[in-house]
C-alpha cells in the first residue's frame, strides 16, 4: 500500500512536472513573440521618429526661407524710404554715404573688425530714415527752427527705430539709429543716454554726423573748414561726444586719412550710381 501511494505521489508530480514545462514552454514563446512585437514596435516607432524629424526639418527651412524673404522685401522697402527721404532734400542725398565715409575711417582706427563696420555703414545709411515722418515745411525749413519744431524734429531717432522694428536681424542696427542724437553727457534725445549707455556705433555716428553738417553748405549757413569742424569737436569732446571717438577722429584727420574733398566720396558716388543702374534688367 505504501509502495502504490508512493508511485501514484510520483505519477502526480511527473504530470505536474510535465504540466509545469509545458506551461513554461508556452509562456516561454509568448514572451518571444511579445519581444519580437516590441522589437517590431520600436523599430516602427524610430521610423516614425525619424519621418516627424525631417517634416519638422523641412518645415522649420521652408519657415526660415519665408522669414528671411520677409525680412529682405521689407529691407528693400526701408532702403526705398531712405530714397524717398534723400529725393525730398538735396542734401540728404548724399549725407549718408559722407557719414559712412567718415565712420569707416574713425571705426579702423579705434580697432573695428570688417563685420562691425559692415553693421555700422547700415547705421549711418539709415541714420534720417525717421525724418521721413517729418513735414517738408519743417524738414526743408531754410531758417532757424521754432522750440516747436524742433521737437518734431527730435522724433525722428524714434520714428527710424520704430520702422526698423520688424526687422530682427538688425537690431544692433535699430539701436544706432535709435541714439545717434545722444550725448556723452545725457543731454541728447530721445532719451538721455549717457557715456557707455549709448552703443559706440551710435557715438562715432554722431561725430561723423557732425563733421558732415559743419563742412557742408546748407541754406541758412555756409560750410566751414575741416579745421574749424575738428576743433568743434575737440570743443566738445567729453560733453557733446566720446573724447576715444573724437581723438580716433582727430587722429585719422592729422594722418590724411579722413578728408571732406569730394574726391574723397568718389567711390560711394559711383556706388550709389550703380545701384541704381543695376535695378534695370537689359
Known sequence: MTAQVAWMCFGLSLAALGAAGVFLFSLSRRLKNRSQELEELKIQFLEWSRRLEEKVTDRTLTLETIHSRLEETYLETVTALVETVAARDSYLSEHSHNVASYARVIAQELGFSEERIHHLIHGCRLHDLGKIAIPDAILLKPGPLTPEEFEIIKQHPTWGAKILEPLTFMRDVTEMVHQEHERWDGAGYPRGLRGEQIRLEARIIAVADTIDAMTSDRPY??????????????????????????????????????????????????????????????
Not at 233 to 260: H, I, N, W, Y
Open 221 to 282: 549757413r555756409k560750410r566751414v573748414s575741416l579745421e574749424t569742424a575738428c576743433a568743434e569737436l575737440e570743443r566738445c569732446s567729453g560733453t557733446q561726444f566720446d573724447p576715444m571717438v573724437v581723438d580716433a577722429c582727430l587722429k585719422a584727420v592729422s594722418e590724411e586719412k579722413l578728408s571732406t574733398e569730394p574726391e574723397a566720396h568718389h567711390d560711394q558716388i559711383l556706388e550709389k550710381a550703380y545701384r541704381r543702374v543695376s535695378r534695370f534688367k537689359l
